[in-house]
């Protein structure tokens, strides 16, 4: 809250008055009872509502000016916080989104947050408005007859101890709660993504016992939350009522004896009782305010986490004049035990294109998902003209890099969007000639919208062969010195691939590129080959080396060719 304290400040100042004058009732009564129907006092019956109306009228002035302030203050740290966690989750590394699905992360960005704001309202305004019409009548209490006082809250310390022990249960509780509903936000956004493939395998009562199942668990969880949250507030009324119950009987006794007034009597009771409901209230702010903290420690434990920039350098990288190095790499992914990479030494010099080819698994996406950083290298590094790349700003590394992958991934926007990605200051032209080069123009002329097409989710409304041909126009607007391209042209037909190799080998012939691909046709004219099986490097040469080999590549090439005999083309791929 420290950026809103001034505005926080004069909340709190609003809180103080309106909780000192909601004790007004005390001394009102008193008077009335004792100015005006013991002493018959003509001018105060006049002048006491009028000063009770005045009271409530400022009151009610500083409540609405006080509540403004809060809910105004409570939302913009939703929103701030919602903002900083965004952008704090973009510059988390990679790994961190292998352990926290999407949908658990949705769960904090909103549930967790909402709740925090919860606590900001009531610490804020309820806690410090009670606190303050507490003491209030505290100091009435005792004003008007301290002996009595002193009676009535000698009871009160006994509930200190079974509530904070509550507190420490809700605490708990709280927090199981939020990671339910985090699994349950998680499970509905899997369920809604896979929507197809739980139709076409009639899953759909598994997915709804299932989401069942999660949901119970949540109610549980929340009826126990109840339970607890509500057990102070009857335990303190009675408490209340046993002290009120005592005073009504002695006090009672003496004012029947002549030693106290009965306008002292009936103030006394009153705020006797007033006292009742902010105490009453305070703890279960209390009981509230722990639920409220473990949604802050789940969205804190995101925000506390070191970002990807923390372990890269400073270094500027101007661009590629030399080589790119692999040295003596090995890697394994932080989860697992084995190393998917072992010992791979790689020079590439400048405007290369380098293929690599292996069975699905070998390790062929995480070598190139090095060079991004996306992942450090378990052991030995990779250098840039000579420098190792952890040297670099990450921002300067990537600006260098241009990433067509696998699964190629597309927003929900249009196609002009969609290809302008990687480079918002791009002009039309620019864009236009990547999207003829990457043929992606031929296919969008014939759409009602053209580029302004929106594409679903995920570019759903589209084929798979039209979703990577804009992830290439993508990669090709970008212009960068180094071309990554994991299996690029897989799920297009061998016509068009023909016809989009043709634009890719035109943009490799200036550029530096990591070529993936299952068919050999398309790695044939690479200036060098390299094989790669269980993380290792087993061959390396050109196409016409590799087969005079007569090792791995020669057999798959052997394989991919007798699937269809003639032209050299097949859909064939390198699986086992
Ligand atoms: N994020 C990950 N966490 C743990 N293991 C992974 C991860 N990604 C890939 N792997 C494992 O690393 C190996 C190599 O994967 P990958 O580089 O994607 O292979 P390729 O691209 O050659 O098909 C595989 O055995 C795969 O199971
Ligand atoms: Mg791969």
């Not at 919860?118 to 019409?133: A, D, F, G, I, R």
């Amino acid at each position: 809250m420290g950026p809103y304290w001034g505005k926080v400040g004069l909340a709190i100042f609003c809180s103080v008055v309106v909780g000192l004058i909601a004790t007004s009732p005390v001394p009102i009564i008193q008077k009335t009872f004792d100015e005006i129907f013991v002493n018959k006092d003509y001018k105060m019956l006049q002048i006491i509502p009028l000063i009770f109306v005045g009271m409530y009228v400022v009151k009610g002035g500083f409540s609405y000016i006080q509540n403004l302030i809060i809910f105004g203050v409570s939302w913009e740290l939703v929103i701030s916080l919602r903002k900083q966690m965004f952008d704090h989750i973009h510059s988390l590394p990679l790994s961190f989104f292998e352990e926290e699905s999407t949908g658990r992360l949705l769960s904090k960005i909103t549930n967790d947050v909402s709740i925090m704001q919860s606590s900001v309202t009531n610490l804020v305004k309820e806690l410090l408005q009670n606190s303050m019409m507490l003491v209030g009548l505290f100091c009435w209490v005792f004003y008007l007859k301290w002996d009595w006082a002193l009676m009535a809250v000698v009871i009160f310390p006994l509930a200190v101890f079974p509530i904070s022990n509550i507190a420490r249960k809700l605490r708990r509780l709280g927090r199981k709660g939020q990671e339910i509903l985090a699994d349950v936000t998680s499970y509905i956004h899997e369920s809604f993504s896979g929507v197809k493939i739980i139709r076409a395998f009639g899953m759909e009562e598994a997915q709804s016992k299932n989401f069942s199942e999660l949901n119970s668990g949540f109610l549980k969880v929340m009826k126990k939350n109840v339970k607890y949250t509500e057990i102070p507030s009857p335990f303190m009324e009675i408490l209340g009522a046993v002290s009120g119950g005592f005073i009504i009987w002695f006090g009672g006794s003496q004012v029947l004896d002549g030693a106290v007034s009965q306008g002292t009597f009936i103030a006394f009771i009153v705020a006797l009782f007033m006292m009742y409901a902010p105490v009453r209230l305070l703890f279960k702010i209390y009981t509230r305010f722990q639920t409220s903290l473990a949604g802050a420690e789940r969205v804190f434990e995101v925000l506390d986490r070191p970002v990807e920039e923390s372990e890269a350098g400073k270094k500027e990288l101007p661009g590629l004049n030399k080589t790119i190095e692999f040295r003596d790499v090995s890697f394994k992914y932080p989860s697992r035990a084995a190393m998917v990479l072992k010992n791979v030494d790689l020079e590439v010099k400048k405007s290369e294109i380098l293929a690599i080819v292996g069975m699905s698994g070998a390790g062929k996406t995480t070598l190139v998902d090095l060079l991004f950083r996306f992942f450090d290298p378990t052991q030995g590094g990779i250098e840039i003209d000579g420098v190792d790349i952890r040297e670099f700003s990450l921002k300067s590394l990537r600006n260098n890099l241009a990433l067509v992958t696998q699964e190629t991934f597309l927003f929900n926007d249009t196609i002009w969007n969609n290809i302008a990605f990687g480079a918002p200051e791009a002009s039309k032209e620019d864009v236009m000639e990547a999207s003829r080069a990457a043929h992606v123009d031929s296919f969008v002329q014939a759409l009602d919208d053209k580029y302004e097409t929106t594409i679903g989710e995920r570019g759903v409304k589209l084929s798979g062969g039209q979703r990577q041909r804009i992830a290439i126009a993508r990669a090709i607007l970008r212009n960068a010195p180094i071309l990554v391209l994991d299996e690029a042209t897989s799920s297009l037909d061998s016509e068009s691939e023909k016809l989009v190799q043709a634009a890719l080998d035109n943009l490799m012939e200036h550029r530096t590129s990591f070529v993936i691909a299952h068919r050999l046709s398309t790695v044939k004219h690479a200036d060098r080959i390299i094989v790669l099986s269980h993380g290792e490097i087993v061959e390396s040469g050109t196409h016409d080396q590799l087969l005079a080999h007569c090792g791995i590549y020669q057999k798959y090439h052997e394989m991919q060719f007798l699937d269809v005999g003639d032209k050299g083309e097949s859909a064939a791929e390198l699986e086992p």
